[in-house]
């Protein structure tokens, strides 16, 4: 896949027309029997979080190859505008390639939001997309630090410029994602009132039988691919990061609606709460093992899923909150059992104290202190929250580390 001119391709209002037309086709999609008994909140839920966009580049993992580099000539003019002799000089030049990591849906880049912001200098470099990593390759002439920091610097608001400014793309994406819910609202009860008016016709033709069954909103399941190998300075396993957030939004999910039912959480220790994520893991994803307590690097983690070769894909740390001391060591154990192809992890606490809010504020002060911290993403949900962590023996290493915290009181 290659983007020849990001941010110029898709004209803002173009691709959120393509957004909502597939969400109505997909409404569309469903029988009128379904339309008409499936509980609409529900549905709407499902939908908004299916078709939520998200992109971020990580200039965090911004990372720099020599590709290579070539002797090269050109002729010039000895005394131009008089009769000079062409002369040939010889040069260096030098092929480099910038590496980004990024997540979400790759088509944002291709967005040209309404204020565009224009460069004289703006010339698109080609950029690969290989996975999830961006690689935009350019060349120098002169192998000098400030020149080609200069250059990057170029590249980088040439390229990207157009993301992050006033009413730029992720602000049109955000405006979209704002008003989602409304939107896929309008549509669905647009098509339900299609779909229920032929339905009457074709019940008064006698064409279609009425039935009062009651259909759920169906999970979402996810078929995860087998991690295959990318190359570079190491080799590791590529794993999608759209799985690993699909797993993160699952428990949450999951957790969050336990936290309605007493009887679910009451008296039950964290193994016993484990117990209750790990199954429905494995019912909604497809290609993978969870299991718990199972052996990795140090010791035994509660929650880990593999993919079909072995490779590991989330693993995870359940605790009841017992005060921050009790979440250092926690981390510690978690960064404790990940190797480093293991870059996608969870802790999950279980609150059963009063006064939530105050002990959420306690666990984020006192994870952004730990001495392998190494910067926040941002807040996923109402208690989610995104952390980069790194491995006590690589600094250079980068774990993904998600927050989750849920009220369970006694």
């Known amino acids: 896949m290659r983007i ?35 509980d609409q909140d529900e549905y709407i839920n499902m939908l908004v979080a299916k078709h939520t966009v998200s992109f971020e580049i990580y200039y965090l993992t911004e990372r720099l190859f020599l590709d290579g580099k070539q002797e090269k000539q050109e002729y010039f003019d000895e005394c131009p505008g008089f009769y000079g002799r062409n002369m040939i000089r010889t040069f260096t030049e030098y092929h480099f390639c910038l590496n980004y990591k990024f997540t979400g849906d790759i088509d944002v880049l291709r967005i040209k939001p309404e204020c565009f912001k224009f460069s004289t200098l703006y010339n698109p470099i080609p950029i690969d997309v290989i996975g999830d990593e961006l690689l935009i390759r350019f060349t120098s002439r002169d192998i000098d630090t400030k020149v080609i920091q200069k250059q990057i610097g170029e590249i980088k608001g040439n390229e990207f410029g157009n993301l992050d400014n006033q009413g730029g793309a992720k602000w049109h994406i955000s ?190 002060s006192t994870i952004s202190q730990h001495v392998c911290y190494a910067g926040y993403k941002g807040q996923t949900d109402e208690s989610s929250f995104s952390y980069i962590y790194h491995t006590k023996d690589d600094p250079q290493s980068q774990i993904a580390l998600e927050l989750m915290i849920f009220h369970y009181p006694e």
């Open 175 to 364: 405006l979209f994602n704002k008003r989602l819910p409304q939107d896929i609202k309008k549509i669905f009860e647009r098509v339900k009132a299609e779909k229920e008016k032929e339905h009457r016709v074709l019940v008064e033709l006698g064409v279609v039988n009425l039935s009062s069954t009651v259909i759920e909103v169906p999970v979402i399941r996810k078929i995860v691919p087998t991690p295959s190998l990318i190359e570079d300075k190491k080799v590791a396993y590529h794993i999608n990061d759209d799985i690993y957030k699909d797993i993160l939004k699952h428990i949450y999910s999951l957790c969050k609606e336990y936290e309605r039912h007493e009887n679910i959480y009451k008296g039950k220790h964290e193994e016993d709460l484990r117990d209750l994520i790990v199954p429905s893991l494995n019912s909604v994803f497809i290609g993978t093992n969870s299991t718990a307590e199972t052996f990795n690097r140090k010791g035994k983690t509660d929650i880990i899923t593999k993919a079909p070769d072995n490779s590991n894909v989330f693993i995870a740390e359940c605790k009841v909150w017992h005060g921050e001391k009790m979440l250092s060591e926690a981390i510690d154990q978690l960064l404790g059992y990940v190797t480093w192809r293991d870059t996608r992890t969870a802790l999950i606490l279980f609150v059963k104290n009063s006064g939530i809010l105050d002990i959420i504020e306690k666990a984020k």
């Open 4 to 38: 020849n001119k990001p941010n110029e391709e898709i004209p803002v209002r173009e691709y959120v027309a393509r957004k909502l037309y597939e969400i109505e086709n997909e409404i569309k999609s469903l029988d009128n029997e379904y339309i008409m008994n499936v």
